[in-house]
Nanobody, 129 residues
Framework: QVQPVESGGGSVQAGGSLRLSCALS????????LAWFRQAPGKELEAAAI???????SYASSVKGRFTISKDDARNTLYLQMNSLKPEDTAMYYC???????????????????????WGQGTQVTVSS
């Protein structure tokens, strides 16, 4: 299994922007669901943004209206454009790929770790006030 590779993290002041990129293998890229998760120190893993194979997107309420997830089929690359960044966005951001849920969650991208079997090493985003 080839691990996704994230890039684009860094330090920025509140109100600034960053664009994260994730290079995936073809096998990972054609998964039903691609996602950006994030985890801040002492906090649980959170699905910040998800995009499915049809381009349908969903966002955590904390980032809606500020973050945009997108993908480039020609480059097997996933992106996360982050605008109006806040100190509470400080976290390690992980690129992941997985499959739709089953049974009651058939056709739905899950918002938990268990729904994803490809994970990158993460890229750190730090937002200062």
């Amino acid at each position: 299994q080839v691990q996704p590779v994230e890039s684009g993290g860094g330090s920025v002041q509140a109100g600034g922007s960053l664009r994260l990129s994730c290079a995936l293998s073809r096998a990972a890229y054609i998964s039903n669901c691609l996602a950006w998760f994030r985890q801040a120190p002492g906090k649980e893993l959170e699905a910040a943004a998800i995009i499915d194979e049809d381009g349908l997107t969903s966002y955590a309420s904390s980032v809606k209206g500020r973050f945009t997830i997108s993908k480039d089929d020609a480059r097997n690359t996933l992106y996360l454009q982050m605008n109006s960044l806040k100190p509470e966005d400080t976290a390690m951001y992980y690129c992941s790929a997985g499959f739709w849920g089953a049974d009651a969650y058939a056709g739905v991208c899950l918002r938990v770790r268990a729904g994803y079997n490809y994970w990158g090493q993460g890229t750190q985003v730090t937002v200062s006030s």
